[in-house]
Nanobody
Framework: VQLQASGGGLVQAGGSLRLSCAAS????????VGWFRQTPGQEREFVAA????????STADSVKGRFTISRDNAKNTVYLQMDSLKPEDTAGYFC?????????????????????WGRGTQVTVSS
């Protein structure tokens, strides 16, 4: 699976962005997907995750109520809708995919559980 994140940019505090994670391959629906973010010198931080079917999701406490993860398996794409953005949301955002069994509804919050990573997209929120 190859992943490509897009949709980042510069936005004022309080604004919105929608990130997309487009995947190649016909088996994208077999993968759980997560979004992580990272700033220079810091560890990669969990942001949001979604199970292979989209039936289960999880978001970090720091973004809960502001960010929403969703997926469209027909389009091989996962989205991260980011509203009410804050300057502390500024980071490189990365999507990742981890294979998941058919009946599993688990969401993966640890980066070590993901097998494939895309290049990041930069989000900068100005105050």
């Amino acid at each position: 699976v190859q992943l490509q994140a897009s949709g980042g940019g510069l936005v004022q505090a309080g604004g919105s962005l929608r990130l997309s994670c487009a995947a190649s391959g016909r088996t994208f629906s077999s993968y759980a997907v997560g979004w992580f973010r990272q700033t220079p010198g810091q560890e990669r931080e969990f942001v949001a995750a979604i199970s292979r079917s989209g039936g289960s999701t999880s978001t970090a406490d720091s973004v809960k109520g502001r960010f929403t993860i969703s997926r469209d398996n027909a389009k091989n794409t996962v989205y991260l809708q980011m509203d009410s953005l804050k300057p502390e949301d500024t980071a490189g955002y990365f999507c990742a995919a981890g294979q998941q069994s058919y009946y599993s509804t688990t969401v993966y919050t640890s980066p070590g559980l993901y097998d494939y990573w895309g290049r990041g997209t930069q989000v900068t929120v100005s105050s």
